[in-house]
């Protein structure tokens, strides 16, 4: 049985799962769906087009579902998505999504620190997490296990690969390969990201591979078409080497620096 606070808004329309905890002065809108034992503290506001998966902790004064802040938005009816076991902390800011996607999604077991914004059409899979007050701009992609520390701020379109770790306060023009710790300013290719492989049970033989392609596209002195040759042409096939591979073939706005690079 669900706990509704009697001094908090619900339309009666929003879909509301089971053992759910609704507390004081928090807004939910209609056309709103929340996964079973969801908490909504205070003052957070849950609005059109929500949907809000199981086991999520919503802290106060968060927006989720905002209309987007683009100015090509008509009105048209999209979604914000977060997925179970999600934490939104206090004052984070979700927008749904626009004709482009037409959805915002947030993966499951993502946290979201206080004041961080999540724009229109974004996703982010699973196991991502955004530092204190860092925004994504519209349609920013970022795979699994990504970090970004505190205060970094994410072009449009940007994507960020799984695994990667990037430094606070950093500004992300480019996209940022998986695997990678990154930083300075401009921003740039500083090392594997070792820590966070070595805790999610890569063994020394991978990580080391993934140093290899790495060693060709930032400190031989290749030129990205070259290096992509070399690597295909010259290192053995694992499933890492291909998604970096992939990657970097299919990225639109161009990776970030190499620190060997002029």
């Keep these: 049985m669900s706990t509704i606070s009697s001094l908090a808004f ?31 503290m205070p003052y957070a506001t849950i609005l059109f087009g929500a949907r809000i998966g199981k086991n999520c902790t919503i802290f106060p004064h968060a927006t989720i579902s905002a209309i987007p802040q683009d100015l090509k938005f008509k009105g048209e ?29 947030v993966g499951k077991d993502c946290l979201l620190m206080a004041y961080s914004h999540v724009a229109h059409d974004c996703i982010l899979n699973d196991f991502v997490i ?46 940022i390969p998986p695997y990678t710790m990154v930083g300075r300013e401009p921003l740039t290719y500083v090392g594997l990201n ?20 790495y060693r060709y596209l930032y400190m031989a002195g290749y030129n990205t078409t070259q290096a992509l040759e070399r690597i295909e042409n010259e290192l053995p096939v694992t ?24």
């Design 10 to 40: 619900v339309h009666p329309e929003a879909k509301i799962g089971e053992n759910v905890v609704i507390e004081p002065f928090a807004y939910v809108d209609r056309n709103v769906e929340i996964g079973d034992g969801t908490v909504v």
């Design 77 to 105: 009816e999209t979604v914000a998505i977060i997925g179970d076991r999600t934490t939104v902390r206090e004052c984070v800011t979700v927008n749904r999504g626009t004709a482009s996607r037409g959805k915002t999604v």
């Design 130 to 175: 955004l530092g204190n007050t860092t925004q994504l701009a519209g349609e920013v992609e970022i795979d699994d296990y990504a970090i970004l520390s505190g205060g970094t701020l994410v072009h449009q379109f940007s994507r960020i690969g799984a695994h990667t770790m990037i430094q606070g306060g950093s500004k992300v023009p480019k996209d």
């Design 194 to 213: 070792f820590v966070g492989l070595r805790r999610r049970g890569f063994t020394s033989e991978v990580i080391n591979s993934i140093q290899d392609v």
């Design 239 to 262: 499933k890492e080497r291909n998604y970096i591979i992939d990657f970097v073939k299919s990225s639109s706005r161009g990776i970030i620096r190499g620190n060997m690079e002029g």
